[in-house]
């Protein structure tokens, strides 16, 4: 299948650990029309995630600002963060390899630290610009985060 729409597919991330397709797609249908879910199994308790794609935008946004840091799932300990997801695959896998600390950021570049060794991720807009996400803690900013 192709790729979803800019702005189509979102990143649902702190779900509780059991959540299933069927509950994402149940929770999220409420917004509009969902194409295609996928959850990633086998995660930490409280760190699960998964991807809900829309299709549209205007349903993807008016599902993210309805849900973000404001839907649980049963069994949650907090609410999941819900953001627009513009890069990387329905697997999650991360861009790749290391560059330089100095280079500007773009979707199609390898990500600039190890993946494995840290709770930060980067996203980017869909203008293309990179944020960092702290999965552990929560926080999303646009520095990047020192221990980087």
């Known amino acids: 299948s192709s790729p ?4 189509c597919k979102l990143f649902v991330g702190s779900m509780p650990g059991d959540v299933t397709e069927e ?5 999220f249908s409420q917004y509009g029309e ?3 879910t996928m ?3 086998d995660c930490e308790y ?7 794609i829309f299709a549209s935008p205007e349903q993807a946004s008016l599902a993210k600002e309805a849900t973000n840091r404001m839907v649980f799932f049963p069994g949650a300990d907090r609410p999941c963060e819900v953001m627009v997801a513009e890069s990387g695959g329905m697997d999650g896998r991360p861009f790749g390899a290391a560059m330089s600390a100095d280079q500007p950021l773009s979707p199609d570049m390898p990500l600039p630290f190890d ?3 840290t ?3 980067l996203y980017f807009t869909s203008a293309g610009v990179a944020y960092y996400h702290d999965a552990a803690t929560g926080v999303t900013q646009w520095e990047r985060p020192p221990d980087l």
Do not use: N
């Open 4 to 7: 979803p729409a800019p702005g």
């Open 34 to 36: 969902v194409v295609e």
């Open 23 to 27: 509950a994402l797609q149940a929770e």
């Open 119 to 121: 709770t930060w991720r």
């Open 46 to 52: 409280g760190r699960q995630w998964g991807f809900v």
């Open 39 to 41: 959850v990633k199994p």
């Open 115 to 117: 993946i494995r060794a």
